[in-house]
């Protein structure tokens, strides 16, 4: 039995070890088991065989065979060269069953990560995830607008962090799953969460809450007391002092809000969401600013943003990956008029190369109409991606969000696009919003496209997200880009169309405007 | 891919080759003799025996000889191992450096005894 298990461990060293030295070594090992009997002779015996196992099987390999040296020193400069461990090919048997084992390997990986959901430890971490932005559903967003803010180039809505907080929303439901950028949740995971009455999500891609919150929060709004409001005051302008981009501006707007509260113009104020709406109008008013606002949330905010996971990262993939990176229909329609819906500007770190398919699709359209109309915003980097096909040379973006760098050029032309000089037209809805706003507002500035729908939604989220408090917030812009444009940008007014009619309209109205210019008609 | 060295000897190559001094040895007994030479601290297993044995054969310190039965174990032939003229002069060479060596250690008082 014993000298049975050492022929196994002497199958370890290389064959050549073997060839020469296997049988003496099994003849010693027998020699030593019939010498040395007794439980610690038999136990000194194979601490000694193991021992020397593990010193001397490395060594074997590693001063192997002499012909290495040969090939070596035969070895063309720059020419790859294979050295072989074992000179004799292996058995049948074991070809075979090493080739099942790979590809079963092959086969199980691949259907791990195709469908991480499905895979069982995985959805434990997923649901774990989720539940936990659940009780926090502010701090997820406010980590996206944190990393937003170090990482300017790519803030994104459809941020992994954002999958289960958008999830978790009641205004995704009309939304329905495949126009959100995000999957619905599975019910498997967990059952539907209540919904976070948090109205600032900072330059997210969701649509706009403020109206919805303002619901939610009514009735269960604790209020707010002198000593809050003063708190808040003092944090609001703190914040303004050390953040907004304008500090002549945050002097005056903290001038403004003191004699306010000094004149007791707050006094009466005793809700928390109407006491954020006041400062939010006082602010505009006093700053000249429309970026600055100040939310309540009904749920405490956490002190700290929670960072996204790879959990995370990996789930926001694979969300957009089965939703087609949120094309929902692209498509050539009578008269050649290519028409493409598009219901986010996701990440092109995800989702470039189906965009860029989707376009090259469209190529030899001769007008083009992107729908907008359900589309929650996104990445300004997914904006710039897409509107380089409608310029023949770079053109300058405006977007309040990011400042002006070289990044706020397009990238036309690009190679092989013929859609740079084609019609275009743009689907828009009062909940088109955030980045879909931002590609609408500049091609509109540029009359590069007609918009036709409904005024977008005037996303606010354009500063970076502040806590003041447990409930108040504030988003202060902190960027200074250069609008060039005479009119200023969407940021709570919206985009407005160049053809008004109802969103649902929309599509048939740019097709006959389309047709007519193509002189279809 | 480094040859294996036999500068500096290697101390289980050396206890070979002490262990051979006396007489011609198969594996086993090389074994058992190193064990007695060292009072038991160095048992040699297997794998090290025979790859230290594979580099003094390469190095030319010892030779194989005939194949024979020892009549203490019984039946079975064993390769058994000679010492060259070669491997013999390395053995005293190591040794004289090892005694140089005693040599220093007693001068810095780092062992006790008259002897070498």
């Known amino acids: 039995m014993s000298e049975k298990l050492y022929s196994w461990f002497l199958r370890l060293y290389p064959s050549r070890f073997r060839e020469e030295y296997g049988e003496e070594a099994l003849q010693l090992f027998r020699d030593r088991a019939r010498d040395e009997k007794g439980f610690f002779e038999r136990l000194r015996l194979w601490l000694d065989l193991v021992a020397d196992l593990a010193m001397s099987v490395p060594r074997e390999y590693y001063h192997f065979q002499p012909e290495f040296f040969g090939v070596s020193a035969e070895r063309l400069e720059g020419v790859p060269a294979f050295f072989v461990l074992e000179s004799g090919s292996p058995r049948p048997g074991a070809l075979f069953s090493g080739g099942l084992l790979t590809l079963a390997s092959v086969i199980t990986f691949s259907v791990w990560l195709s469908q991480p959901a499905r895979y069982k430890p995985f959805r434990a971490l997923a649901s774990q995830s989720q539940s936990r932005a659940r009780e926090h559903p502010t701090a997820v967003r406010r980590a996206a607008s944190h990393r937003t803010d170090s990482a300017r180039e790519t803030p994104s809505a459809l941020r992994p962090s954002d999958v289960p907080a958008t999830n978790s929303k009641p205004t995704e439901a009309k939304a329905g799953d495949a126009s959100s950028g995000v999957p619905r949740q599975d019910s498997r995971f967990s059952p539907p969460p209540p919904p976070p009455p948090h109205p600032l999500q900072p330059q997210a891609g969701q649509p706009d809450e403020a109206a919805d919150t303002t619901v939610l929060v009514e009735g269960e709004d604790p209020g707010v007391n002198a000593a809050e409001r003063h708190r808040v005051i003092n944090g609001a302008i703190a914040n303004l002092k050390l953040y907004y981009v304008y500090p002549d501006r945050a002097q005056k707007v903290s001038e403004a809000l003191q004699a306010h509260e000094r004149n007791g113009d707050y006094d009466g104020v005793t809700s928390g969401k109407t006491f954020a709406d006041v400062l939010t109008k006082e602010m505009r008013g006093a700053g000249q600013d429309m970026h600055l606002v100040v939310v309540y949330s009904e749920t405490p905010l956490p002190e700290r943003p929670r960072s996204s996971t790879v959990e995370d990262l990996v789930r926001y993939r694979d969300a957009l990956e089965q939703q087609n990176c949120t094309f929902e229909k692209v498509e050539i329609l009578p008269h050649n008029i290519g028409y493409l819906k598009l219901n986010a500007f996701p990440d092109p770190s995800v989702c470039e190369s189906r965009a860029r398919k989707e376009m090259k699709r469209l190529n030899d359209a001769d007008a083009i109409i992107f729908d907008l109309r359900e589309n929650r915003g996104g990445s300004p980097a997914m904006v710039m991606l897409m509107a380089a096909y409608l310029f023949d040379h770079p053109e300058y973006m405006y977007s309040p969000r990011e400042n002006t760098t070289e990044r706020s050029w397009t990238r036309s032309p690009v190679p092989g696009n013929k859609l740079a000089d084609k019609p275009a037209y743009l689907l828009t809805s009062a909940s088109t919003f955030s980045a879909a706003e931002h590609f609408s507002y500049d091609m509109k500035m540029l009359k590069r496209a007609t918009i036709v729908g409904e005024t977008t939604s005037g996303a606010p989220h354009s500063g970076v997200f502040h806590r003041i408090d447990e409930h108040f917030g504030m988003g202060i812009p902190e960027t200074k880009p250069i609008n060039p444009f005479s009119k200023s940008d969407w940021v709570a007014v919206g985009v407005e169309p160049d053809v008004k009619v109802k969103a649902a309209e929309a599509f048939e109205t740019a097709i006959k405007l389309a047709e007519i210019k193509l002189g279809k008609k | ?116």
């Open chain 2, 1 to 116: 891919m480094p040859k294996r060295k036999l500068s500096p000897l290697p101390s289980a190559a050396f206890q070979i080759l002490l262990a051979l001094v006396d007489e011609d040895l198969h594996g086993y007994g090389i074994m058992r003799q190193v064990v007695d030479q060292t009072e038991g601290r160095m048992r040699l297993g297997p794998g090290t025996l025979y790859s230290s044995i594979q580099t003094l054969l390469e190095g030319q310190l010892i030779e194989q000889v005939d194949a024979r039965a020892d009549s203490k174990l019984g039946q079975e032939r064993r390769r058994y191992y000679r010492l060259t003229s070669a491997g013999r002069k390395l053995v005293r060479s190591e040794a004289e450096r090892l005694a140089d060596l005693l040599r220093v250690a007693r001068a810095k008082k780092v062992l006790r005894g008259a002897h070498v």
